[in-house]
């Protein structure tokens, strides 16, 4: 398993509720075949570009360790999210 991060930047416009309710889904795929070491909701910030008309967005940053089969299914679910704007997957080599 290697180590990696994700952040994720979700639409402004979304109730907090929702974000627990996304926060703990994408959680849930990482710990299906991971473990999670860091998670952290940023919270809402400017973007440094328009995406959709967006200015704003909810940013959350994970570091976790898995197999290249549970961040492949992690990228798909994102992906197909429609609250989520933005997603970065990266492999952590610190």
């Known amino acids: 398993m290697r180590n990696y991060e994700v952040m994720y930047i979700i639409r402004p416009d979304v109730e907090q509720e929702a974000v627990q309710?996304?926060?703990?889904?994408?959680?849930?795929?990482?710990?299906?075949?991971?473990?999670?070491?860091?998670?952290?909701?940023?919270?809402?910030?400017?973007?440094?570009?328009?995406?959709?008309?967006?200015?704003?967005?909810?940013y959350v940053l994970v570091n976790f360790t898995a197999t290249a089969e549970v961040v492949n299914e992690l990228d798909r679910v994102m992906k197909i999210t429609d609250e989520v704007i933005r997603v970065l997957i990266t492999k952590d080599v610190a």
Do not use: W
């Open 21 to 58: 309710a996304l926060t703990e889904k994408f959680q849930a795929i990482i710990t299906n075949g991971g473990e999670i070491t860091k998670h952290d909701v940023i919270g809402k910030r400017r973007l440094a570009y328009e995406i959709n008309k967006i200015r704003d967005g909810i």
